[in-house]
């Protein structure tokens, strides 16, 4: 069965401690793995879609990796405004476009 | 730049009311979804659609039903509304070809059911 594992579940850093956030997924034929930013009481943005292994992505302070078995998404010198659940999602077989996406991570940054 | 709009934030109504929650995008997708969301439970999906009058059942259709007339508008229908569907519904839209199928959301409705 696919699956996508995020962890950690919640994660408080101070501003500038960089630290990374991890995707574990079991899918049978990857075709993309995406991440969103998701602030309270609003919708997920897209940020990233990463298609194979060894494949990197970056967005200001984020950096997307992608290998066979898990994503990661690294956080350099985050600041406040960092703060948001970041969302991972795989895409699903066939050509519904539906995907699967994992729990999430709750990230803090405290100034 | 990518849109997509949902008719109301905010929503209250009463148990036994049909509720109609509407959305529209403007980037001529082929797939649209409806999506809860809960503490804990995370992105459930209720609906999608890959097409015009095309639509399939998601992990949790009961209580709901869609309609897609035009294929830039997607309707979430709530037959009679309870209490547990309280809840945030969130819509997205993405393409079907050309190699990428990230989805892109709507702000959201936080429906309320008393």
């Known amino acids: 069965e696919d699956q996508v594992t995020q962890s950690p579940e919640a994660l408080r850093l101070q501003e500038g401690e960089s630290s990374s956030l991890n995707c574990s997924y079991t899918?049978?034929?990857?075709?993309?793995l995406f991440w969103y930013r998701q602030d309270p009481g609003k919708g997920p943005e897209f940020l990233f879609t990463?298609?194979?292994a060894g494949e990197e992505k970056e967005k200001e302070r984020l950096k997307a990796t992608l290998t066979k078995k898990e994503s990661f998404l690294h956080i350099t010198a985050p600041k406040p405004e960092d703060s948001a659940t970041y969302l991972c999602a795989v895409q699903e077989g066939g050509n519904t476009g539906k995907l699967i996406f994992g729990q999430g991570t709750t990230l803090q940054v405290k100034p | 730049d990518v849109k997509v709009t949902q008719s109301s934030r905010y929503l209250v109504k009463r148990t036994g009311e049909k509720v109609f929650l509407e959305c529209v995008q403007d980037?001529?997708?082929?797939?649209m979804f409806w999506y809860r969301q809960d503490p804990g439970l995370g992105l459930r999906l209720i609906y999608f659609s890959y097409d015009v009058k095309m639509k399939e059942k998601g992990d949790i259709p009961e209580g709901y039903s869609v309609s897609r007339e035009k294929k830039e508008r997607f309707s979430l229908i709530l037959e009679s509304a309870s209490t547990n569907q309280t809840s945030m519904y969130l819509c997205?839209?993405?393409?079907?070809?050309?190699?990428?199928?990230?989805?892109?959301f709507g702000p959201g409705t936080r429906l309320t059911v008393t």
């Open positions: 980037m001529d997708h082929e797939n």
């Open positions: 997205a839209s993405s393409v079907t070809s050309g190699g990428t199928y990230e989805q892109y």
């Open positions: 990463l298609y194979s």
């Open positions: 899918v049978s034929g990857l075709r993309g």
